[in-house]
């Protein structure tokens, strides 16, 4: 597995406690068989009126197009269980997210496609934000061995999850990937399941 120490990338936005899954990626949209194409729903609902006009909204607007690294607010990711949601964000681009706090299954989910999760303090959330507004074009270097987000002029100390952090860094964030590389995929279940015919 891809070892993940660090992710580098311009920075976009998003504001607001408790978004939640669906506003992430609105029900309609999950009736896919593949996770490809999600991204362009991302915010949907939160960047398009009815009539498919554009609303004010981070992800319309032109000098965030390719940004990587998602700042957001407290309990992002609440809701459902979805893993629609990660999905939809990394392939509308985004590789790693900063803030206040996350919602346990969407920072589960998004630890289990390599996309790092990372927390930090509201006044730094808040002057990060400020800074990508400032500064659209500018990269923020996010260190998950040394815990440290840098940008600009600025450093600040992030919180990870001890088994997520180590996850990342051993290169071992995705465990069926790994069972398979270590030749463990004869895994027979049916000693495992209560419903199993005698």
Known sequence: MKKI?????RGIYVEGNDIDTDQIIPARF???????????????DARFSEDES?????????????????????NFGCGSS?????????????????????AEIFAG???????????AQKSDIENL?????????AELRIDLVNNTVDYGDFRIEII???????SLIDGVWDTLTEMLDHGDATIDLREHLPYKAS
């Open 54 to 74: 554009s609303k004010e909204h981070s992800f319309n607007k032109k000098q965030y197009e390719g940004a990587e690294i998602l700042v957001v607010n407290e």
């Open 82 to 102: 979805r893993e629609h949601a990660p999905q939809a964000l990394m392939r509308w681009g985004i590789k790693a997210l900063i803030g206040e706090s996350f």
């Open 30 to 44: 999950m009736k896919c068989v593949t996770f490809d194409g999600l991204g362009q729903y991302a915010f949907y």
């Open 129 to 137: 934000i400020t800074f990508i507004k400032e500064s659209p074009a």
């Open 160 to 166: 990870q999850q001890v088994g997520h952090r180590k």
């Open 5 to 9: 120490t660090d992710k580098n990338g």
């Open 109 to 119: 989910n998004c630890i289990s496609n390599g996309i790092p999760v990372v927390r």
